[in-house]
């Protein structure tokens, strides 16, 4: 069984900085592409950052230049780094990856971290 573990998240204040990580565990090939997405109460799931197995990067228009996404491909690990933290940026984070195995890929989810910017 295969399944995304997170960590990190957690209350800070506006202006400050948290990180969140996911890791990738169970039987599986490899990994396509892992990321972050978010969603606030009331609010629609929205897209904060993915990186393809390349490396290429994809940000959500108002975390760009604020959020870093970072992986490591031996541990099958996706950080996030959040600077400049917002208020507006509290929501439950969701961590995402494309998992292939025995030539199928499935999109899987993890559980979710809060992340609480307070004014």
């Known amino acids: 069984q295969v399944q995304l573990v997170e960590s990190g998240g957690g209350l800070v204040q506006a202006g400050g900085s948290l990180s969140v990580s996911c890791a990738a565990s169970g039987t599986f090939n490899r990994v396509n592409v892992m990321g972050w997405y978010r969603q606030a109460p009331g609010k629609q799931r929205e897209l904060v950052a993915t990186?393809?197995?390349?490396?290429?990067?994809t940000y959500g228009y108002s975390v760009k230049g604020r959020f870093a996404i970072s992986r490591d491909y031996a541990k099958n690990t996706v950080y996030l780094q959040m600077n400049s933290l917002k208020p507006e940026d509290t929501a439950v984070y969701y961590c995402?990856?494309?998992?292939?195995?025995?030539?199928?890929?499935?999109?899987?989810w993890g559980q979710g971290t809060q992340v609480t910017v307070s004014s």
């Open positions: 995402c990856a494309d998992i292939i195995y025995d030539y199928s890929v499935r999109a899987l």
């Open positions: 990186v393809t197995a390349g490396g290429i990067t």
